[in-house]
């Protein structure tokens, strides 16, 4: 069977990364961010597209230069729980901290989105960069790269334990015998690692699809690393084809290296498509677009997200790019090195950095929608994505793509014209975990045999 494209929905409210002036367009609900209203319509559009999932991006740190996005949004499994109800096939991914959370909840909270779903849950595995949410949980620094990538790992891994905490036939519910539950196959976990200690069992048994479904996004080392043992679709950096095929072929490598099969990791990249009737029409909107956002005081606050959230107004501009690289290593790490590599190359002062800042998120998707549907099918044909994680600015964008684009993909086998299962597995191609309690332990970090 050929390979077919997977695409999600990424809804960004008034504004995400980059997006500074979206708020003021007056086809953007100034509430959008915390309207149940407008993610469930979001949701439903998705879905009547046939998109693969929704996703929720999440953080739990602030200040005032954040995006607008971010400032006011509400809790991605709250969310999703309320968008359930209101579809029937599309996955809903939110995402959550393994650095400021605990296993047992965090684990009850998806296992109940998967249930009230029907099986459509994904969790986002995030080590959180932002340094000052530490702050909003008792501790006065941000843990460093090696602690928190070996805390999600064992995070997973024990959440994942906590899933097959019953046997699929666990409940017999036999009124003739008295039996409601068969109590040989209630299992408890009995955890003790370098940074959890939990006994279970989870007091909730396993959905249709068995288990959440994994997502993770690093790009660093320890980033990939864990994406290839446990993660089972990826939101990838993107960047230039070259760029993305060196990360895709990458994390295919690392994932067949711990045992797994590279078919059962999904490797969505980030698209932000232009599409308008012409393509000097959607190069126009794409130049409007960035008139729109160029903010630089906005920009600067962003490139500071990355050393995190520190404020680089007090630095003269026209000089060379500071040295804050030891900033860098409880934030976003990968990201601020690039910046500080390519300052040193190329010998660019602050201002001429934070200036670079939204030129790195143009997407390369523009045009007519035959131009981008061939840039789509150009990109997936090089190997450098499995799906793409969409983010339209307006409704009026999603319906351009929707209904310009996605035919064209269907017309050539590139995407589906029915969803083939009710599940989020099912839609992603990927295997029910087999209950480790059923057909034994597991590999660490594995979804299965």
Do not use: C
């Not at 959180?128 to 008792?138: E, L, P, Y």
Request: no cysteine; glycine share 10%; charged share 25%.
């Amino acid at each position: 069977m050929s390979r077919t494209i997977h695409l999600a929905l990424h809804p960004y409210g008034v504004g995400g990364p980059g997006q500074h002036g979206l708020w003021k367009d007056p086809r953007v609900a100034k509430n959008a961010s915390i309207d149940i209203g407008y993610y469930i319509k979001q949701a439903q559009a998705a879905e009547h597209a046939l998109f693969d999932a929704l996703f929720v991006v999440d953080s739990q740190f602030i200040n005032a230069t954040y995006p607008s996005h971010y400032l006011n949004r509400l809790e991605p499994l709250t969310l999703l729980s309320a968008v359930a109800t209101h579809t029937r096939h599309i996955g809903l991914v939110g995402t959550a901290s393994s650095t400021y959370n605990s296993p047992f909840n965090l684990a009850r909270r998806f296992a109940s989105l998967d249930h009230i779903s029907g099986g459509r849950a994904g969790w986002n595995v995030v080590t959180s960069f932002d340094t000052g949410t530490s702050r909003n949980f008792g501790l006065d620094e941000h843990l460093d790269y090696a602690t928190r990538y070996g805390r999600a790992l064992e995070f997973v891994q024990v959440a994942r334990g906590l899933w097959d905490s019953y046997e699929d036939d666990a409940f017999p519910a036999d009124v003739a015998r008295g039996v409601f539950l068969d109590p040989a196959k209630l299992h408890e976990l009995n955890h003790e690692g370098e940074h959890f200690k939990v006994a279970g069992p989870l007091n909730l048994s396993r959905s249709p699809q068995g288990q959440p479904v994994i997502f993770q996004a690093g790009v660093s080392e320890e980033g990939r690393d864990l994406a290839a043992q446990v993660a089972e679709g990826i939101y990838a950096p993107g960047g230039s084809l070259e760029q993305a095929q060196e990360y895709y072929a990458d994390i295919k490598r690392r994932t067949a290296s711990y045992g797994r099969d590279p078919e059962h990791i999904k490797i969505f990249i980030h698209g932000g498509p232009v599409v308008a009737a012409t393509d000097e029409a959607a190069r126009r909107r794409e130049r409007e677009i960035f008139d729109e956002d160029n903010d630089f005081d906005r920009n600067l606050a962003l490139l500071g997200r990355s050393f995190g959230a520190y404020d680089f107004s007090g630095h003269d501009l026209d000089a060379p790019f500071p040295d804050v690289a030891h900033l860098a290593e409880k934030g976003g790490r990968t990201g601020a090195s690039k910046l500080i590599e390519r300052a040193r190359a190329e010998n660019l002062t602050l201002r001429q950095v934070a200036e670079s800042v939204s030129e790195f998120r143009r997407s390369p998707f523009v045009g007519a929608p035959d131009t981008v549907a061939d840039t789509i099918e150009k990109w997936f044909d090089a190997g450098t994505f499995d799906g793409i994680n969409l983010a339209f600015r307006t409704d009026d964008d999603l319906e351009l793509f929707v209904d310009g684009v996605v035919p064209i993909l269907q017309k050539r086998g590139l995407f589906r014209t029915e969803y083939a299962a009710d599940t989020l597995r099912g839609n992603l191609g990927l295997p029910v975990p087999a209950n480790r309690h059923t057909h034994g332990p597991a590999p660490a970090g594995s979804t299965g045999p």
